[in-house]
């Protein structure tokens, strides 16, 4: 399933094997929540911007248009035409996010749904049935991701209750994937890591999930309040405990800069709504740092958002183009700059599994680590 190929230091060059192909990690999860890339970017459109992998949520897919609807049109390969391997969030962050509606107990969370307010339940095992109708790669486990900051005492049990919900997980899964009628019988499980920033906890989950010998981990409840350092703080802790020989998966995160300092921190997998998202308001990533096409400066500038970028943009048109399109209020200028956004991330990885492979990732580190994250 899992094949570390080669180190550098703590970064990892390896091969993840899904029932739908295998992912060259360090790898980046295009994000398609709803099935579908927000800036009108279709399933050949990803494959043409180099994605190997999409992410979509289970909790927006039960929530609309239903997780059995998706299972009777063959699962969400079929539903999306995206032939390539998908994993689903299993929903605890988007429920995180809703504390207002929400109830947590022991069995799972009752909240509200966005979209009509009606009363939904959530429990471990029904994450896993609606996961098991998605027919994705990889499920998620159900979990509780935690404000930061939160109270010492509420983390601690609510690490050890997203244990029980994880050991729960494992048993549906097992159950789903022996199904004679699965969509996915080759899914795969990941386990997340909670702890808030507190280490101590990190640990002792991490170890705890670790016994459980699941196809691969995440660090989840990252990159929601906390500053960069204490991130990298919690991955290097975190790190030690993670098996060698699955994949690991940084949840939600994030900038180019995160991204290459995760790397060196041992991380495989990735996933953010950061390049899509911000490509739709304008700002978009080259080689050089971040721009904002929006700037007046770019309405009369022939050239392409970046001149050492292949993308389907840059190949075709120009800044004073895009930045029209944005000013007229054109629907294009969102494809095009999220097109461009996600061409930059795929490619991103790539050049990172190239420094891998040749043992050059801490000079590639030097050189663009920190320049990545200008904005010019």
């Keep these: 399933m899992f094949k570390l190929i080669k180190t550098e230091g703590r970064a990892r060059r390896g091969e993840l094997v899904t029932a739908h192909g295998a992912v060259q990690t360090p790898a980046f999860m295009n994000v398609a929540t709803q099935a579908a890339i927000k800036g009108a970017l279709s399933a050949d459109d990803l494959e043409a911007v180099g994605c190997q992998i999409a992410l979509s949520n289970t909790y927006h897919l039960h929530v609309r248009p239903g997780d059995e609807l998706i299972r009777s049109l063959g699962g969400l390969h079929k539903f999306m035409s995206w032939t390539r391997p998908i994993l689903t969030d299993s929903g605890g962050f988007q429920i995180f996010s809703l504390a207002g509606l929400r109830k947590i ?13 009606r009363r939904i339940f959530m429990s471990p095992e029904g994450a896993m049935r609606i996961q098991a109708n998605l027919g994705s790669d990889i499920a998620m486990a159900f979990d509780e991701c935690v404000e930061i900051p939160s109270p010492e005492p509420y983390v601690a049990s609510s690490c050890e209750r997203t244990y029980r919900w994880l050991e ?176 930059f991330y795929n490619t991103l990885m790539s050049r990172i599994r190239a420094a891998l492979d040749s043992g050059t990732f801490g000079a590639f580190r030097r050189e663009y680590s920190e320049t990545l994250s200008k904005r010019i």
């Design 168 to 343: 729960r997980c494992k048993a549906e899964w097992l159950t789903q994937t022996a199904r004679d009628d699965a969509i996915n019988p080759g899914q795969l499980l990941f386990g997340i890591n909670q702890g808030a920033t507190f280490p101590e906890l990190r640990v002792r989950h991490m170890r705890q999930i670790a016994e459980l010998d699941l196809p691969g981990y995440a660090i989840g409840g990252l990159a929601v309040g906390e500053t960069h350092a204490e991130m990298y703080d919690i991955i290097d802790i975190v790190e030690e405990h993670m098996p060698q020989n699955r994949p690991r998966y940084l949840m939600g995160v994030g900038t180019p800069s995160n991204i290459i300092e995760s790397v060196a921190r041992g991380i495989d997998m990735f996933d953010c709504v950061m390049p899509a998202r911000n490509g739709r308001h304008g700002h978009l990533f080259t080689w050089r740092g971040v721009i904002n096409i929006n700037n007046e400066r770019h309405g009369s500038d022939g050239e392409p958002i970046d001149s050492e970028c292949g993308c389907p943009t840059c190949r075709k048109h120009s800044r004073a183009y895009l930045r029209h399109l944005f000013k007229s209020g054109e629907m294009l200028a969102m494809r095009l700059a999220v097109t461009h956004n996600l061409y």
């Design 105 to 117: 107990t022991e069995e799972g969370v009752t909240f509200a749904s966005h979209v009509d307010g």
